[in-house]
């Protein structure tokens, strides 16, 4: 069965630092990936996606992620932080067959130091 | 134009009523979710229709019943509800894969 595993429930960066969120996944093929975002209150927005091709893939917002197959990873980073992306992100997984199942990990909190 | 809109977006009632969100989605997609959210931001599917048939039901009480009267609309009705239900319920709509979500109802159930 697919997972997701985002070990990280919480992380705390200085604004204008980098930033790196962890995603792992389980799943038996070549799956298709996310990263949302989630502010508070609202709904999640979709950052970025990863189907094929470049494993290096660009976002919104100045997000940027890396597939890597060999460690079955999707981790999202940033080059510098902004105090306005704290937030909720959430890595997500599915495959485009007769489910159509898009699977979260549990998500992970970002805080920003001023 | 909001591209998934849910109704209400805030719903507070009492233990053993029957209530129902209503979603729509203006983008044409073939897919709708509904989810729920827990206290702890995780994210549970719940429910996905495809062309208005269901594809799939997760281990979800029959207290809950979605229903797709067409492409654009998927609502969520759910019979005596619980203390347990209390959640933010979203609605979602995509085309392969690629997930659009509504602002979220909040249910709590008193």
């Known amino acids: 069965a697919q997972s997701v595993t985002q070990p990280d429930i919480h992380i705390t960066v200085s604004e204008g630092a980098s930033l790196e969120l962890r995603c792992n996944y389980s799943y038996g093929a070549t799956p298709y990936l996310f990263w949302y975002v989630q502010s508070p209150g609202q709904g999640l927005q979709l950052l970025l996606k990863?189907?094929?091709?470049?494993?290096l893939v660009q976002g919104i917002k100045g997000f940027e992620a890396e597939f890597k197959r060999s460690q079955s990873s999707f981790n999202l980073r940033k080059p510098s932080v902004h105090w306005s992306d704290a937030a909720e992100y959430f890595c997500?997984?599915?495959?485009?067959?007769?489910?159509?199942?898009?699977?979260f990990g549990s998500g992970t909190r970002l805080l920003v130091r001023p | 134009d909001t591209a998934v809109s849910q109704t209400p977006k805030y719903l507070v009632t009492q233990m053993g009523n029957d209530k129902s969100i209503k979603c729509e989605q203006n983008l044409g997609h073939d897919t709708m979710y509904w989810y729920k959210q827990d206290s702890k931001k995780f994210l549970k599917i719940m429910f996905s229709y495809n062309n208005k048939e269901l594809i799939i039901n997760e281990t979800v009480p029959n207290r809950f019943s979605p229903k797709s009267p067409d492409k654009a609309h998927l609502n969520l009705h759910i019979n005596s509800l619980e203390l347990g239900d209390s959640a933010v319920y979203f609605c979602?709509?995509?085309?392969?894969?690629?997930?659009?979500f509504g602002q979220g109802t909040r249910l709590t159930v008193v």
């Open positions: 990863y189907f094929s091709g470049d494993t």
């Open positions: 997500a997984v599915g495959r485009v067959d007769s489910s159509y199942k898009l699977i």
């Open positions: 979602a709509s995509s085309q392969a894969l690629e997930a659009f």
